[in-house]
C-alpha cells in the first residue's frame, strides 16, 4: 500500500481493499478486519461495482443474515465516487455527502485510489455525555506477574496505565463522568489518579468484598440515574460509541452488549467416533464463527436499583436475570478488531502492538 496526504485527506492505493461479490460476508470481515478500514471496494476487472463497509457486515447480521451469504447480497451498488482529475475536491465531498472514505476512478471507472476521512473531519456529532463505570476491582488473576505488583486497572500500556487508555477513547465522546468500582489494591489505584491531571470527574467506590462483575454496581445506587456505560478495566473497544448508544436507545434495551465476532480454525484434522471404536467421520481443520461477549455495556440505571446490597453477582447473571423479568437484551456486534483484550498476557503485547506502542 502507498499512503499520500492531499490537502489533509488521506489517499491509500489499494490492492488490499479489493474484493469479489462471489466472496462470502465472512471473507470480507475478515478482510475488514485485515486491514483495519472500515470498508472494501468490490470490483471487476479491477473496475468499481460497489463499496461494503462493517456497518453493512453489522446490519446484515443483525438481521439474521449469515456469514455464508455472498457480498452481493448486501453491498451498495450506487456508491459514491469522483474521477481523478476532481480528487483536490474529495475533502470538500465527503464533508458535504458526510461519508468517510472516496473513491477515486479514472474515466473507465478504474480504482485509482482512495480517501479517508475521520468522524470529527466531517462534523458529526459525537458529543454523548454519559456516564461511564469501570469495572476496577478484579484480582487480575490471569495476568500475574503483573498484577502481583500493580493492581490491573494500572498495568501500563506504553506511558498509561490501560485505564488512562479507557478514559482517553470515551472522552473523545464528551464522556466526562467516570466512576471506578474498586477492591484488590484500591489504594495504590487512587494514589495513581490523585496525581493525574484531570479535565472529567472521578469518583471511586469501595468494595468491602469481592462482588463479582456485576455486583459492585449496588454501590452505585441513588448515584446514577440515567443511561451509563459499562467495561470492564481490561478491555478497549475501538468502535463508534455514538452509535452504539444510539442503537442501545433505539431498540429500547435495557442492556445492550457489545459483541465481538471471533472467526478460529482449528489447526488439526477433527475425528469423530462412533462406539466400537470406528471412525465415524473427519473434518479437516474445521473454521468456527461465534459471537463471544466483550465486557462492554450500555445499561440502564433501573438495572441498578433491581441489584441486592452487597451481594456477589456477575454481570452475565444479571443479564439473565432482567431477560428473566421481561426486558429487552440487545447485541451490538463488531469485528474481532475493534476489541483489545488484555486480560492474558499474550493478549497484552497484542493490545501493544495495536496501539502502536
Not at 70 to 77: C, D, E, G, L, P
Not at 150 to 160: F, M, N, T, Y
Request: charged residues 25%; negative net charge.
Amino acid at each position: 500500500m502507498i499512503i499520500h496526504i492531499l490537502k489533509g485527506v488521506r489517499i491509500l492505493k489499494i490492492g488490499a481493499l479489493f474484493i469479489s461479490e462471489d466472496k462470502s460476508v465472512l471473507d470480507a470481515m475478515k478482510q475488514i478486519d485485515a486491514t483495519a478500514n472500515q470498508m472494501l471496494l468490490v470490483v471487476e476487472n479491477n473496475k468499481l461495482k460497489a463499496i461494503i463497509t462493517d456497518g453493512d457486515i453489522r446490519r446484515h447480521l443483525l438481521r439474521e443474515g449469515k456469514l455464508e451469504d455472498r457480498v452481493s447480497a448486501i453491498a451498495n451498488y450506487q456508491p459514491r465516487f469522483i474521477y481523478e482529475q476532481d480528487k483536490d475536491k474529495a475533502q470538500e465531498l465527503m464533508k458535504k455527502w458526510s461519508i468517510l472514505s472516496l473513491p477515486i476512478v479514472n474515466e473507465s471507472l478504474e480504482i485509482q485510489s482512495i480517501a479517508f476521512l475521520k468522524d470529527y473531519e466531517i462534523g458529526r456529532n459525537l458529543s454523548l455525555n454519559v456516564p461511564v463505570v469501570i469495572m476496577a476491582g478484579g484480582l487480575g488473576t490471569r495476568l500475574y506477574p503483573y498484577t502481583r505488583i500493580l493492581p490491573k486497572p494500572l498495568i501500563p500500556i506504553g506511558e498509561i496505565p490501560i485505564t488512562e487508555h479507557i478514559i482517553n477513547h470515551f472522552k473523545k465522546y464528551q464522556c466526562n463522568e467516570f466512576h471506578f468500582i474498586v477492591n484488590h489494591k484500591k489504594n495504590m489505584i487512587k494514589a495513581y489518579y490523585s496525581e493525574v491531571e484531570k479535565d472529567y470527574t472521578l469518583e471511586f467506590h469501595n468494595e468491602e468484598i469481592q462482588l463479582g462483575t456485576g455486583g459492585g454496581l449496588c454501590l452505585l445506587k441513588d448515584k446514577l440515574t440515567s443511561t451509563f456505560f459499562l467495561t470492564n478495566c481490561d478491555i478497549l473497544i475501538r468502535a463508534n460509541y455514538k452509535e452504539i448508544y444510539d442503537f442501545h436507545k433505539q431498540n429500547g434495551n435495557m442492556i445492550t452488549m457489545v459483541a465481538a465476532y471471533k472467526h478460529l480454525t482449528i489447526p488439526y484434522g477433527i475425528i469423530n467416533m462412533i462406539g466400537n471404536g470406528e471412525i465415524a467421520s473427519m473434518i479437516e481443520k474445521p473454521e468456527y464463527s461465534f459471537l463471544t461477549n466483550t465486557g462492554f455495556y450500555v445499561v440502564e440505571s433501573e438495572v441498578i436499583n433491581r441489584l441486592e446490597e452487597n451481594t456477589p453477582i456477575g454481570f452475565t447473571d444479571i443479564i439473565e436475570q432482567q431477560k428473566s423479568l421481561g426486558e429487552k437484551i440487545g447485541v451490538f456486534p463488531v469485528s474481532e478488531r475493534c476489541w483489545l483484550d488484555m486480560g492474558q498476557l499474550e493478549e497484552l503485547e497484542r493490545m501493544r502492538k495495536e496501539l502502536e506502542i
